[in-house]
């Protein structure tokens, strides 16, 4: 008889890392340049969700629907191009592609390159500073929990016995989706159905609450429009309590109003948020506490109940976003390497969803911040409408909205083309302590859609400059020669 059992080989770092996706990968590219000992775990793809399922896949097919989209728009700049076509092998093997040129980056290769010992298999605590998998055992001085989220399958009745899709699956699904449902109105749902509408399908989202629930919503009310006027059926107040059908067929019972409603259609989405990927960690083992958030942590990203253990990106139970993981990664290095005292919260967290029109937020929303700050608040907004290159473009929709306390910034939001690019200076400004008179304070190229943020920052002060004190003192000062 053979024995089957694996050998197993002892490690010692200054590092494990679980997890080779956004945040983890920045940790332990970060550790291992500082000359660190480090062990990475990853039970999947390198990169994980957003390189192989998330970000990566969903914006490489929404440029794709944009493209059949333009073919549509041209008409109106006096341009004549034929009905747009979807190939969908051409269209996977397109974001395949796009997968492919960015993996490197976040490959085995380049982190073995870095120094990095990386291990292609499911890690477990064995207790609280010692990580196992089939093949290894780890003692290590700090662990890093970086395993992220995947989709929440809600409970719904029929649902575990209806085919459906989730992030995961939909991006190489072998056939194009004549009528795509999707569960959830968030950020997946939404970019998911303009883009396959754009492709050609029939969309229907069906929302328990309000879609985009999460933003401004006069801002998220401008997307919503554009997504119907596009074709989107978004049934928002529909919460979906049954779902029965097979692969073509499939049917979902929603309650809105006290009454069902039947929507048919041939594939299932399901986007109803995430749950966070604690599974077979053997957190228990590792004293490591946590709740149905994620690794319990506090603004530090570490464990109370074990202080060698560090919970970054979806993981740790906070917002879901890769820039928030790779910030995260930087938080724990500071703090961890630096002994900085840098927190989590330190800095606004700018979220974008990569609809036409983008819709971008960044610190309070307006609600928000007057249910916190009261009379205190001011708005101040520009329109698209009177952006010189918006109009040039013909793509008109949409606002900036700065929302304001005591000369600074406490959020803001636009709705646009382009706003995630836009956005940014927004950050800059309200992660750096800059006053809404900073905005004005610069020479903005002409003619370009960033140039809103100055004029909505100018349009704080219109009253004041041009109000009857402005005008008596400019009136007073010209009688100096
Ligand atoms: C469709 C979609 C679109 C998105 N679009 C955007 C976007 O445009 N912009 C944005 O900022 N965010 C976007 N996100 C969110 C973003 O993908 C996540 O916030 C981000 O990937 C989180 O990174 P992470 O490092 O926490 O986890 P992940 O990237 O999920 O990585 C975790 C890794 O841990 C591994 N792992 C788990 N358990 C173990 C274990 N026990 N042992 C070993 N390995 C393990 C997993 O296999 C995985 O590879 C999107 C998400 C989805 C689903
Ligand atoms: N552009 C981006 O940055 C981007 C894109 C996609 C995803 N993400 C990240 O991934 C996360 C998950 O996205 P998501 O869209 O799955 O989740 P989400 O939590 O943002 O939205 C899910 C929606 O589903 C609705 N819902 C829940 N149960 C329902 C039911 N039974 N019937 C009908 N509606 C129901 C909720 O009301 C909610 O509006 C996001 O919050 C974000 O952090 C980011």
């Not at 662990?143 to 209806?162: C, D, H, K």
């Not at 053997?282 to 109370?304: I, T, Y």
């Not at 700050?373 to 010189?388: C, E, K, L, R």
């Not at 750096?432 to 960033?450: A, C, E, M």
Request: hydrophobic share 40%; aromatic share 6%.
């Amino acid at each position: 008889m053979h024995d089957t059992k694996l050998q197993v080989t002892d490690h010692k770092a200054d590092l494990v890392v679980i997890g080779a996706g956004s945040g983890g990968l920045s940790a332990a590219a970060g550790a291992a340049m500082f000359g660190l000992k480090v062990v990475l775990y990853e039970k999947g793809e390198m990169g994980g969700d957003c390189l192989n399922y998330g970000c990566v896949p969903s914006k490489a097919l929404i440029s794709v629907a944009k493209a059949a989209q333009s073919a549509r728009d041209a008409g109106k700049y006096g341009v004549t191009l034929g009905a747009p076509a979807t190939d969908w092998e051409a269209v996977k093997a397109y974001v395949s592609q796009v997968i492919e040129t960015i993996a490197p980056v976040d490959s085995q290769e380049r982190f073995e390159g870095l120094g990095v010992t990386v291990i292609r298999e499911a890690a477990r605590f064995a207790d609280p500073d010692t990580i196992v998998s089939a093949t290894s055992r780890t003692r290590a001085r700090r662990i890093v929990i970086a395993t992220g989220s995947t989709a929440f399958i809600p409970p719904i009745e029929g649902l575990a016995a209806t085919p459906y899709l989730t992030n995961e699956t939909i991006f190489s699904m072998p056939d194009f989706p004549e009528h795509l449902v999707i569960l959830g109105g968030g950020p997946i749902g939404m970019e998911l159905a303009q883009a396959f509408t754009r492709l050609g399908a029939k969309t229907t989202i069906i929302e328990m609450g309000r879609a985009l629930g999460k933003s401004d919503p006069d801002h998220a009310a401008v997307a919503l429009g554009a997504l119907r006027a596009e074709g989107v059926t978004v049934l928002e107040g529909h919460k979906a309590v049954r779902v029965s059908g097979e692969g073509g067929r499939i049917k979902v019972h929603a309650e809105h109003e006290g009454a069902e409603k039947l929507i048919e259609g041939s594939h299932l989405l399901v986007a109803v948020g995430r749950r966070t990927m604690l599974d077979g960690l053997d957190l228990e083992a590792g004293k490591v506490d946590f709740d149905r958030k994620g690794v319990v942590v506090g603004d530090n990203l570490r464990s109370g109940s074990n202080s060698r253990v560090w919970a970054l990106g979806d993981a740790a139970g906070r917002e879901q976003f890769t820039h928030v993981a790779g910030w995260h990664a930087s938080v724990f290095s500071r703090r961890a390497f630096f002994k900085q005292r840098t927190k989590a919260d330190s800095l606004p967290i700018p979220a974008v969803t990569y609809t036409s029109p983008e819709v971008a937020q960044i610190g309070l929303m307006e609600a928000e911040a007057r249910e916190q700050h009261g009379d205190s608040i001011a708005t101040s907004s520009f329109p698209f409408h009177d952006n010189d290159r918006a109009v040039a473009e013909g793509k008109t929709l949409g606002e900036a909205k700065l929302v304001i306390r005591k000369g600074k910034l406490v959020g803001a939001s636009i709705v646009g083309e382009g706003a995630g690019d836009i956005i940014q200076i927004l950050a800059v400004a309200m992660s750096n302590g800059l006053k809404v008179q900073d905005l004005t304070n610069f020479i903005s190229p002409y003619p370009t859609r960033s140039e809103i943020v100055k004029r909505a920052a100018s349009a704080h002060f219109t009253e004041a400059l041009f109000g009857k004190t402005a005008k008596r003192l400019v009136g007073l000062l010209q009688r100096i020669p």
